[in-house]
């Protein structure tokens, strides 16, 4: 182990490398997992719940919504500022009050080869993200604000190094309703803050379209 950390010492120049966080950090971010997972399905519950306590008069007025949905996404991510593609998928809950909850999965992947031979630079950013978003309804549109927090992963190019992550992320947004249960999910930007990274803060944004099903 102490040979390929002095190897790769000398490479530091052109791919930084850090070699994972530390054992209490570990610990803290698989916390921060369970918690996001417990998060997601207490509000979903309770969505669930309240929502078959309410009578709605039309599609966008009753007590409580679930949906869930995907997109595809373009980002340009800090880290070399290099532009990267990728999907998420998301669960959005939604009450009368037009205060709801966010939950976002999101993976980001770059792949470029020097030489039809040689290895390839892959570098890969998923995020795992949870928080409040509020919303309003004009006619078929529905525009939103967002703020999400969570966990990323980053992996560097050539397999050099990985490290996990504290994330902030601010969004804002707006659906089209296409019909009483679909929704194209026109534009959602996101400002991805990585205040943690090991070489100094690091930042993305990008936009993602895709479509949004009401569950119920």
């Not at 916390?31 to 969505?47: D, M, N, T, W």
Request: a positive charge; proline letters at 4%; hydrophobic letters at 40%.
């Amino acid at each position: 182990m102490r040979q390929v950390k002095r190897e790769m010492k000398s490479f530091d120049t052109f791919i930084p490398v850090r070699y994972g966080p530390s054992s209490s950090t570990t610990m803290k971010l698989r916390l921060c997992r369970g918690l996001f997972v417990i998060v997601l399905l207490a509000a979903a519950l309770a969505a669930g719940r309240f929502a078959h306590a309410q009578v709605a008069p039309s599609a966008d007025a009753g007590g409580a919504r679930l949906s869930a949905g995907g997109t595809a996404s373009g980002y340009l991510l800090g880290y070399g500022q290099v532009k990267i593609m990728g999907a998420s998928a998301f669960v959005d809950g939604d009450t009368k009050r037009h205060i709801g909850f966010e939950g976002e999965a999101r993976w980001l992947l770059f792949h470029w080869k020097l030489s039809d031979t040689g290895p390839s630079a892959d570098e890969s950013a998923s995020t795992y993200l949870a928080g409040p978003r509020y919303s309003r309804y004009y006619g078929r549109f529905q525009p939103y604000v967002k703020g999400l927090v969570g966990v990323g992963y980053f992996n560097y190019p050539y397999h050099y190094g990985k490290e996990t992550d504290l994330v902030v992320a601010p969004g804002c947004g707006f659906d089209y309703r296409i019909n009483r249960r679909i929704r194209w999910r026109a534009v959602d930007f996101e400002y991805q803050l990585w205040p943690q990274f090991h070489y100094g803060q690091m930042s993305s944004a990008g936009v993602s379209t895709g479509l949004r099903f009401k569950l119920f």
